[in-house]
């Protein structure tokens, strides 16, 4: 499965919001369990991926609710509702539906 | 706690081998799926081979042969072996954990990483 993100970076005021695309080339729901399964993650420089959103809308504990999931079947977004300093990073999605996992190309977010 | 404490990371010519550890600490290390992602310098995540709690084991299709997976349940450790190393190997090797018994599931902590530089 092939993931494609837009835009490959964008540039938000603070307390605006950032929209971040994210297209499988396949469906990553599966039936059985109505479960998408496809994950966000955000790298900041120097640092690991740190999981942001799983089953493609469930928020990780301990990530601020700013952060939203949504999106089902091959068509995904991550929304950051009010942009902070500190969310300053790369964002990727992934899929783990199928094998071989994979990630999606990252969007870079800055402060304008 | 969840710790992931990649090691093993180095240079190393290329055609050589090289032995990655993860040891994980702060959780029941057996009943969790385990992966390695790598990050080329300035590049994006790449999933290279995932083994599940009950040691179900599959791999990057361009990494498959040369990359051995495996994991010591009674130490907490994952491991990844390389071989036939080549330049496009260099990268942080980072060690996750996945939220499931299986490997179908979201990475939800990751170590620190070590970096394999391949070089002639």
């Known amino acids: 499965i092939v993931l494609t993100q837009s835009p490959d970076s964008l540039a938000v005021s603070l307390g605006e919001r950032a929209t971040i695309n994210c297209k499988s080339s396949q469906s990553v729901l599966y039936s059985s369990d109505n479960k998408n399964y496809l994950a966000w993650y955000q790298q900041k420089p120097g640092q690991p991926p740190n999981l942001l959103i799983y089953?493609?809308?469930t928020r990780e504990s301990g990530v601020p609710d700013r952060f939203s999931g949504s999106g089902s079947g091959t068509d995904f977004t991550l929304t950051i509702s009010s942009l902070q300093p500190e969310d300053v990073a790369v964002y990727y999605c992934q899929q783990y539906s199928t094998l071989p996992f994979t990630f999606g190309p990252g969007t870079k977010v800055d402060i304008k | 706690e969840v710790q992931l404490v990649e090691s093993g990371g180095g240079l190393v010519q290329t055609g050589g081998s090289l032995s990655l550890s993860c040891a994980a600490s702060?959780?029941?290390?057996?009943?969790?799926?385990m992966t390695w992602v790598r990050q080329a310098p300035g590049k994006g995540l790449e999933w290279v081979s995932s083994v599940s709690g009950s040691h179900s084991i599959y791999y990057a299709d361009s990494l498959r042969g040369r990359f051995t997976i495996s994991r010591d349940n009674s130490k907490s450790t994952l491991f990844l072996q390389m071989k036939s190393l080549r330049a496009e190997d260099t990268a942080i090797y980072y060690c996750?954990?996945?939220?499931?018994?299986?490997?179908?599931?979201?990475?939800?902590?990751w170590g620190r990483g070590t970096l394999v530089t391949v070089s002639s």
């Open positions: 996750a954990r996945g939220s499931g018994f299986n490997y179908y599931s979201a990475l939800d902590y």
């Open positions: 089953w493609a809308s």
């Open positions: 702060g959780f029941s290390f057996s009943s969790y799926a």
